[in-house]
């Protein structure tokens, strides 16, 4: 991640933070990772049906409703993070840049309210370090 992109997101949560805690400190103890324990990926017949033939018309392109399904994860918050996490995942997998993600999550600051923008940029953020050094590895 550029330096430009990690000040970016630093100041974004960092704001993000400050709004959660004023809004609903309890979201600082939630632990949605214990969640991935049940369902660490998605199997591959559920991507296929998502977004593979069935669904997958001539309009948008996998890396498109990802990134349209990353938007939809981000309004709903912590409830999500699992899936916001495998989607991440996914969506960088088809192409889309760090950047590009972090900018869907930072547009649905205005339609899911700051905490739930706060907490899709700390996932993505993990995502992206994860990312990195699976391919240092």
Known sequence: MSDALQKMFRQMLQSGQEMARAFNPALENVDTKAFEKLIPTMPSDMLEM???????????????????????????????EPQLRLTIRHALAAGATQREIAEVIYQ??????????????????????????????
């Open 108 to 137: 649905m600051g205005m339609f899911g309210g700051i905490p739930a923008m706060q907490k899709a940029l700390e996932v993505a953020q993990g995502v992206f370090t994860e990312s990195e050094g699976d391919e240092t590895s």
């Open 50 to 80: 998502w977004f593979g033939k069935t669904f997958n018309r001539d309009g948008l392109d996998a890396r498109t409703r990802l990134l349209v399904t990353i938007a939809a994860l981000t309004v709903q918050g912590a409830f999500a």
